[in-house]
């Protein structure tokens, strides 16, 4: 079946734009987890939802990061008034329960020029 | 090989050696480890995964082992082979749900970079 799968799979944007990112999670999964990989370092948590709300947001670093989840399944991230560092890759992944193993997207390539 | 700054470890075998990776973790209170295979331009790809009231666990061709008391985590690789080749982090699992519950919000380490030469 499909996997988690995200869009755009690169995004260049102005710095002060802003951008959404979309996650499509595993048909059925009921958690869903957005992380940011910076180059050469390993992902960082942003947010977790279970089903329509956020259960924790204490990864996202301030409040240009938003994430929604309106409907239990489709996710997206959005990012007020890029600045340059926020490029990174931006991961998402879903499981079919809470804690259950996490299967990720291939990630959004976002670039803050 | 040692990390300096942005730089990962690195190691490189050869085809059909047995590789090794190690980890460090950071929180005791980590209940649930997991390795994760990352290729270029991919997200990371579920390995193996071990809970912390177990020490080893297998699967095919990997073994992780746990040690809690020097909080070290380790993944073996049996036989390995270039489509190995890849990133490799390990995961620990930080914050309890309700009811005690772990939600599975991963801490990762820096990771490791393996190179297997034909």
């Known amino acids: 079946g499909a996997g988690v799968s995200q869009t755009p799979s690169n995004k260049v944007t102005e710095k002060g734009k802003y951008v959404e990112l979309r996650c499509d999670p595993i048909?059925?999964?009921?958690?869903l987890y957005w992380y940011r990989q910076s180059l050469g370092q390993g992902p960082e948590f942003l947010i977790y939802?279970?089903?329509?709300?956020?259960?924790?947001d204490s990864g996202l670093p301030n409040d240009r990061f938003f994430a929604v989840r309106p409907e239990g399944s489709v996710s997206t991230l959005k990012i007020q008034r890029t600045e340059r560092g926020d490029s990174a890759v931006y991961l998402c992944?879903?499981?079919?329960?809470?804690?259950?193993?996490?299967?990720f997207g291939p990630g959004t390539r976002l670039t803050v020029t | 090989g040692e990390s300096v700054g942005l730089h990962l470890p690195t190691l490189s075998v050869q085809e059909g050696d047995n590789s090794i990776i190690n980890c460090a973790y950071s929180?005791?209170?980590?209940?649930?480890f997991i390795w994760y295979k990352q290729e270029s331009g991919k997200g990371p790809q579920f390995i193996i995964d071990?809970?912390?009231?177990?020490d080893k666990r297998q699967g095919q061709r990997v073994t992780v082992l746990l040690n809690k008391t020097v909080k070290h985590l380790s993944l073996q690789i049996a036989a390995t082979q270039p489509g190995d080749s890849a990133v490799y982090f390990c995961?620990?699992?930080?914050?309890?749900?309700?009811?005690?519950?772990?939600?599975?919000?991963?801490?990762f380490g820096q990771g490791t970079i393996l190179t297997v030469h034909p």
């Open positions: 992944a879903s499981s079919s329960q809470q804690g259950g193993e996490q299967y």
């Open positions: 071990i809970r912390s009231n177990m």
């Open positions: 048909s059925g999964h009921t958690a």
């Open positions: 939802f279970q089903g329509t709300g956020a259960a924790d």
């Open positions: 929180n005791s209170a980590s209940d649930y």
């Open positions: 995961a620990e699992n930080i914050g309890q749900g309700p009811g005690g519950t772990s939600y599975g919000k991963l801490t």
